[in-house]
């Protein structure tokens, strides 16, 4: 990343910018596109709200839903056996356009999970934003190096932070439209994940899905975190962590620039006592048996709502918000491990039948091939799984 914008390889996010100036400078030029994003939100929003009483469940099974983030800069070379023992078979790695000399390093990480789904997520900096020359030619490059390997691409993260490089969404939609210009052009077959709003801001994914570029996007991404909210059941004007997800659902399935496939490309909650490598202040730390439970609740939630195709964690291995701690070199499984290793074991094959919730206290219920499975808990219990005839 070139100046004013870093990388800050503690949180594995980029710095905060603290050049005010520049932030007001480019805000100010991106005023019509945020009068749009607003005009847009005002007009959809109300729509999609009435729309989520109608829309019906789909049919997602454990098998395609639970997935993870993995990094090339943290243990690597220990991810095939971690992964092996925790069982999950979908995973998502990141690949930075600023990093192109590390392209082959990616690629031989990338070909050492051979026997696993592999989603790349394309991180943009400010220079291939303004540079769409450059994103065509990098694009690609990263296309032809893996598509022995990969077909499924996540497009952009995080386009409603500046630090990520972006200050509107015309910006993203033009970004966007140059890598559809070169699928359509030389990788027809690719799958392209696009949108990719952090956090509950629904003004900003509605301008990306109601649009007058030739674009299209193969699904709907989103990095829906909750954590500043504290437990996933909790809410936020006036949606739980299920309300939010409706309403996105309903909000795709309204566009005609994307296909009816919802997945969150990433989400967690912070450890409590881990900064530098917190991704935000202490306030919003957890405990760590308190990120273990909110981890599997949150999982259970979005299942139970049958429209989040994919939920990849964000991440394996990190020591502020991953479930393994790798500082200084030493391997430290958390809780979260486990519980997610024991959530995987129950649900990996169910399929949804029917979720309840009734003054606090929550039952999913789910056919496996080990019988029907009673997942229940509340806002003060670890999830339990009972299998009845």
């Not at 503690?10 to 932030?23: C, E, G, V």
């Not at 009483?53 to 789909?58: E, H, S, V």
């Not at 990095?223 to 659902?249: C, H, T, W």
Request: proline share 3%; with cysteine; glycine share 4%.
């Amino acid at each position: 990343m070139k100046e004013p914008f870093s990388w800050d390889y503690y949180s594995d996010q980029p710095a905060i910018i603290r050049d005010k100036s520049l932030k007001r400078k480019m805000r100010r030029g991106a005023l019509f596109s945020l009068i749009k994003t607003f005009l847009v939100a005002l007009i959809v929003l109300p729509i999609a709200f009435i729309v989520t009483f109608f829309l019906p469940r789909k049919k997602i099974t454990g098998k395609e839903f639970f997935a993870m983030g993995v990094n090339l800069n943290n243990s690597p070379s220990l991810v095939p056996e971690l992964i092996d023992e925790l069982g999950v078979k979908k995973f998502l790695i990141r690949i930075a356009l600023w990093e192109m000399d590390r392209l082959d390093e990616y690629v031989t990480f990338i070909d050492s999970l051979q026997d696993y789904h592999i989603t790349v997520a394309i991180l943009q900096d400010r220079e291939h934003i303004t540079n769409l020359s450059l994103t065509k030619k990098h694009l690609t490059q990263i296309f032809n190096a893996l598509k022995h390997r990969c077909n499924t691409y996540v497009i952009g993260s995080t386009i409603n932070r500046a630090k990520w490089g972006f200050f509107s969404v015309n910006e993203y939609l033009k970004f966007y439209a140059v890598a559809y210009a070169v699928k359509k052009e030389q990788f027809p077959n690719l799958k392209f994940i696009g949108s990719n709003v952090i956090d509950f801001e629904l003004h900003f994914t509605a301008h990306t899905l109601f649009n007058l570029k030739n674009i299209y996007f193969d699904a709907l991404g989103t990095l829906l975190y909750v954590d500043r909210r504290g437990a996933p059941e909790n809410s936020q004007m006036g949606f739980n962590l299920i309300g939010k997800i409706n309403l996105i659902d309903a909000l795709m399935r309204l566009s005609f620039k994307s296909a009816n496939e919802l997945i969150i490309t990433e989400t967690n909650w912070p450890i409590k006592n881990t900064a530098p490598y917190a991704p935000t202040s202490e306030h919003e730390c957890v405990s760590e048996d308190d990120y273990a439970a909110f981890m599997v609740r949150y999982h259970l939630l979005a299942f139970a709502t049958q429209k989040i195709s994919s939920v990849y964690w964000h991440q394996l291995i990190a020591p502020g918000y991953g479930l393994i701690d790798n500082r200084d070199g030493v391997i430290i499984k958390r809780s979260a491990f486990y519980a997610y290793k024991t959530m995987l074991t129950h649900l990996s094959d169910a399929t949804f039948n029917s979720y309840h919730e009734k003054n606090g206290d929550h039952e999913l219920i789910c056919s496996t091939a080990q019988g029907a499975l009673y997942v229940t808990w509340n806002l003060a219990s670890t999830p339990i799984y009972t299998y009845k005839a």
